[in-house]
């Protein structure tokens, strides 16, 4: 990478240039897990000193691009492969190939059943259904966001005590109760609402949206109506039958 002249009366910060230097070098030079040259190595090249290069770097670590190992240096993030299939748990598949994973419950609320969310879980229009909204994280970074519907008469005292971890899981261990899915559609858009936010990403990088159907796996009566938006600069999806 060659000297950079940094640009100190456009307006912009020095480092949100920095930053901004940074992100287009590594999508355009680097793979998943390249290491960084040091900050002493960057605040040469742009003039500057380590305080203001490590404030650049920590604008991409909070954006999910890079990673700090203390004493190792700073590696880039890449995509994470995540199957969709019938039996996909989200802490079971990040958790195989390395990642940690935990998950927040945002929200629960009692909801009246929208048309769509009815017609999937064969609920009438306006029936109570439960909503669950988290949001999942991966190597401490946010991953997705999912907003989960289920029958509220069935499931809402149930699961009350549900807070972290697979939800699938929770019901399998507390209701004997395994999903399959039967559904997954597949969809680009912006992020909507407070997603961006949520997920420490700009609101002009798009999101995949995932919407799934799981049904009981004995019975096939449909019991979960989900929507989750994965960030998509650090994803990978791949469907299987």
Same mark, same amino acid.
Request: include cysteine.
């Given at each position: ?8 009366? $456009?307006?912009? !910060?020095?480092?949100? +240039?920095?930053? +901004?230097?940074? *992100?287009?070098?590594?999508?355009? &030079?680097? +793979? ?5 040259? !040091? ?11 380590? &305080? ?16 700090? &190992? ?8 890449? =995509? ?14 990040? $958790? ?10 945002? $929200? ?13 879980? #064969? ?7 439960? %909503? ?5 994280? /991966? ?12 029958? /509220? ?29 039967? *559904? ?27 919407? !799934?159907? #799981?049904?009981? &796996? ?5 019991? *979960?109506? /989900? =929507?989750?938006? %994965?960030? /998509?600069?650090?994803? +990978? ?5």
């Amino acid at each position: 990478m060659s000297l950079y002249t940094l640009n100190r009366d $456009q307006g912009k !910060s020095i480092y949100r +240039q920095i930053a +901004q230097t940074l *992100e287009t070098d590594i999508k355009a &030079h680097y +793979q998943a897990g390249d290491k960084l040259p !040091s900050e002493l190595v960057l605040a040469e090249r742009f003039g500057v000193n380590r &305080h203001t290069v490590r404030h650049a770097i920590d604008g991409l670590i909070d954006a999910g691009m890079l990673e700090r &190992h203390h004493g190792r240096g700073t590696f880039v993030l890449g =995509l994470v492969d995540y199957a969709i299939s019938t039996k996909t748990r989200f802490t079971e598949l990040l $958790q195989a190939q390395g990642h940690s994973t935990d998950t927040r419950v945002l $929200q629960r609320m009692i909801v009246p059943a929208a048309n769509g969310v009815a017609r999937r879980l #064969n609920l009438s229009e306006g029936d109570p259904v439960l %909503f669950i909204e988290a949001l999942r994280l /991966a190597d401490n970074q946010p991953f997705c966001i999912t907003s989960h519907f289920m029958c /509220a008469q069935r499931f809402a005292e149930p699961l009350n005590p549900y807070e972290r971890g697979s939800l699938h899981t929770f019901l399998q261990e507390r209701l004997a109760l395994n999903l399959k899915r039967v *559904e997954s559609l597949v969809t680009s858009t912006l992020p909507q609402g407070d997603d961006a936010e949520l997920l420490k990403m700009a609101r002009t990088t798009p999101v995949l949206r995932v919407k !799934s159907l #799981n049904v009981c &796996h004995e019975t096939g009566i449909p019991i *979960e109506y /989900a =929507l989750t938006r %994965f960030r /998509a600069d650090r994803v +990978q999806l791949s469907v299987t039958v």
